[in-house]
């Protein structure tokens, strides 16, 4: 949002992050993939793949070939068909799973690699949840977030208004001070009574006058530390409830007269509350970081084959 710090429409408290199983796959498509790592033809791709039951069609379009598991150019297809990925992602999530297979027959959670590609997907998801569920976010790591995040949880007493200014030059007259300050003065009374402020604004922006132009705006609340002019906070600041600030004040700007709308109160959010919140966050980040590592380290441990002609035939595949 295109506004100044500190002002703006007050945003919900945090946004939670979880990242599920499901999704896990999709993450790990952004690793890179290196092309021209392997052989030059589907030939030599197939002959680099073995026999038996892992090698089944590995002939015909293949783009990469994962330990002896083929892709196909019709499973890349397949994949940006069904998604919003693009040629070279689907590719790499391909691999990706791929790999995720070799592993999980490694570790024994699908024993028979023969069987069919549903049955490899559901030993992915076994492997996926035993990641998963290694992670563990301590109470001192909680502790320490919240600390670090308190910005979050502690919303300070903030405050909105509609201010009248009568908009002064930087070296303004004797005489354009004295008329702008009691331009300013004379409307401390419409701004307390006026029935419609925002009929008020719009009637009163824009004005212009030999000395001074007058400016009038509704602005959203703020707390102490925004970045508007020190003696208008101060003066917002120094009323006990909604209501026209007493006696004109004078900014760099000229002078304004100045009505709080709304006071809202500080908001402080526990951390017995907050840390629901975090743990959530946190155990996302760590599964999604603790599954990247892992694709990364089965791809330096096992053989992903792919051509060097891939990457043009992948940016010619029809989206």
């Not at 925002?198 to 030999?210: C, E, F, I, M, P």
Request: aromatic share 4%; hydrophobic share 45%; net charge neutral.
């Amino acid at each position: 949002m295109c506004m100044n710090p500190g002002i703006g429409e007050r945003e919900p408290r945090w946004h939670t992050r979880t990242v599920g199983l499901a999704a896990m796959i999709g993450l790990l498509g952004s690793i890179p993939m290196q092309m021209g790592c392997g052989h030059r033809s589907d030939d030599r791709i197939a002959s680099s793949a073995g026999s038996g039951p892992r090698a089944a069609a590995v002939r015909g379009a293949v783009v990469s070939v994962v330990n002896g598991l083929p892709i196909t150019i019709s499973d890349v297809q397949t994949l940006v068909s069904a998604s919003a990925l693009s040629p070279r992602d689907a590719l790499r999530r391909l691999q990706a799973e791929r790999l995720l297979m070799v592993e999980a027959e490694r570790r024994g959670l699908d024993q028979r690699m023969d069987v069919s590609l549903v049955a490899r997907q559901s030993s992915v998801q076994a492997l996926l949840r035993t990641e998963a569920e290694e992670v563990r976010i301590s109470e001192s790591e909680l502790q320490t977030a919240y600390a670090d995040g308190i910005a979050r949880f502690d919303r300070p007493e903030a405050r909105a208004s509609v201010h009248v200014l009568a908009k002064l030059p930087a070296k303004a007259s004797p005489e354009a001070e004295a008329a702008a300050k009691a331009f300013a003065e004379s409307m401390l009374a419409p701004l307390a009574e006026a029935p419609d402020l925002d009929h008020l604004v719009l009637s009163q922006n824009g004005q212009k006058t030999d000395l001074f132009d007058v400016v009038a705006e509704r602005l959203p609340a703020v707390n102490r530390s925004a970045s508007f002019a020190p003696q208008f906070l101060e003066a917002i600041f120094a009323v006990s409830e909604p209501g026209v600030v007493k006696g004109p004040v004078r900014t760099q700007f000229g002078w304004h007269a100045i009505a709080v709308t709304e006071i809202v109160p500080r908001e402080v959010t526990s951390f017995a509350t907050a840390s629901v919140t975090l743990r959530h966050e946190m155990t996302a980040a760590r599964r999604e970081q603790r599954i990247k590592e892992l694709i990364a380290g089965l791809r330096l441990q096992n053989r992903v084959v792919v051509p060097d002609n891939v990457g043009e035939t992948l940016d010619l595949m029809p989206l």
